[in-house]
């Protein structure tokens, strides 16, 4: 266990629905951060929260909307996915973003399907 | 393009027999780390080297960091199958906000 826990592991959901994904860390870390993890293609950044406040978005859709309502808890909140979406959402956070010589704690991600 | 990018893509290897990865970057950096994930889980931490460390040990593992050439070296020593998994690594460049760009990965396959 890496301190940081994602809920749901797998989730399966139409081009209609409206589902959001949890974070949860209690390492006293005060950056939390997404990324999206598709086969075959690099870890992709998508958002950045310090603090509290969105520091990076990494020219991310719009049916992808980030929520972070402490430094403990991140949500992302997903409307109207396209099948390309489908991919491994991990989300991962360090002591201090953008802080030199810190390591990332990564939850187990969410694996995400849309049908 | 990612800012590291490793290589081999994927490797097989018998178990006992080292393995080394390679990642090469293209901007200045501040650090570099290595992570390890199992199959459709998260990524584990394993090492970070500073940008004025040359080589850094920690168990079976040693990292060297070449930074005239943008490049650096993981190498696992007697490896097992329990080794099995995929290898990133990340930088933090001054370009990018210091935030972890992670390359494209080493998939090791360790055979009993």
């Known amino acids: 266990e890496t301190g940081v826990t994602q809920t749901p592991r797998h989730l399966v959901m139409g081009m209609t629905n409206k589902k959001s994904l949890k974070c949860e860390q209690h390492?006293?870390?005060?950056?939390m951060y997404w990324y999206k993890q598709s086969a075959k293609k690099p870890l992709e950044l998508m958002f950045v929260?310090?603090?509290?406040?969105?520091?990076e978005n990494n020219s991310v859709p719009s049916r992808f909307s980030p929520e972070c309502p402490n430094s403990s808890h991140l949500f992302l909140h997903l409307h109207t996915l396209q099948p390309e979406d489908s991919a491994l959402y991990l989300c991962?956070?360090?002591?201090?973003?953008?802080?030199?010589?810190?390591?990332?704690?990564f939850g187990q991600g969410t694996r995400l399907t849309v049908v | 393009s990612q800012q590291g990018e490793e290589d081999p893509q994927a490797l097989s290897i018998q178990e006992g027999e080292n393995a080394t990865m390679n990642c090469s970057y293209k901007?200045?950096?501040?650090?570099l780390q290595w992570y390890r994930q199992n199959s459709g889980r998260g990524l584990v931490h394993l090492i970070l080297?500073?940008?004025?460390?040359r080589e850094k040990h920690s168990g079976r593992l040693r990292v060297t960091l070449d930074t005239s050439k943008k490049s650096s070296s993981l190498l696992i020593t007697a490896s097992r199958a329990a080794d099995t998994a995929s290898y990133f690594c990340?930088?933090?460049?001054?370009?990018?906000?210091?935030?972890?760009?992670f390359g494209g990965g080493t998939r090791l396959m360790v055979k009993p």
């Open positions: 991962a956070s360090s002591q201090d973003g953008g802080q030199l010589n810190t390591e990332a704690f």
């Open positions: 901007t200045s950096i501040n650090n």
């Open positions: 390492l006293g870390h005060n950056a």
């Open positions: 080297i500073r940008s004025n460390e």
């Open positions: 929260y310090n603090f509290k406040e969105q520091t």
């Open positions: 990340a930088t933090d460049a001054h370009n990018a906000g210091n935030m972890l760009t």
